[in-house]
């Protein structure tokens, strides 16, 4: 029953695509807006347009992996260079820093979609996505950017699902935001801060970790993985490795986050 559902949240998608006749994907290359683009380009053929950020805020393997994607399914991918750096507001880091970061890229696609007469802009975000404190989607709604994955309730899982489904090599990959969303709210977010949370993750992605997070709380690096990887922290050589890597870095304590990995962690002290 629970296949059948999906299946016909997928046909929502599809007549709702149909219906745009023509759509900009903001495309990042994660398994939401990969889904969203292979299923638009399905749908729409070269009327599936998708564009990805190039920005210090989002690794370069993130934005290889998104044109290479884009070139495999055929589709014409444009690129839109972006420093959310150059926003004083953006990197005194308040808790609606999404908000300011959505707000900037999606007018700069919408100025994008404009010159080339594209009436729809979607994103990727799902069903579970309204579930959580997201400022960012405030913009999208200002800016009249649509979100079809939510209009058809497809939750991540079923995203998956469907994915594997289509072969697409995203189907398990693991849930990625942007590195800014490592600093806490209220400490300034910066260049150098930025290189040291991706050589860290990178550090640890090499190591064959596949759910990483590396929180930077000034001099310490709050490492978290997926609970069921947890269990390679009991490796003595280990823990000294990624200890002195981390520290080669530039933090001088590197810890580990007891619970593991869990999305917005760092929003848990806006509930307190």
Known sequence: MRKIECHQKLEVLKQDLLKME???IAFSGGVDSTF????AYEVLGDKAIPVTINSPTYPQREFKIATGFS??????????NLSELDNPEFCQNPPERCYICKNELFSRIKDLAEKLGVKHIVDGSNLDDTKDYRPGM???KELGIKSPLIDACLTKEEIRMLSKEYELPTWDKPSFACLSSRIPYGQEITKEKLIMIDGA??????????QVRVRHHGEIARIEVSPEERYRFTDVSLMDKVADELKNLGFIYVV????????????EILTK
């Open 22 to 24: 023509k759509v900009m």
């Open 71 to 80: 070139e495999r399914l055929g589709s014409t991918q444009h690129v839109i």
């Open 256 to 267: 580990l986050d007891l619970q593991g990995y869990r999305s917005g962690s760092m929003n």
């Open 201 to 210: 993750e990178q550090y640890l992605l090499n190591l064959g970790f596949q």
């Open 138 to 140: 405030q913009a999208l």
């Open 36 to 39: 969203l683009l292979h299923v």
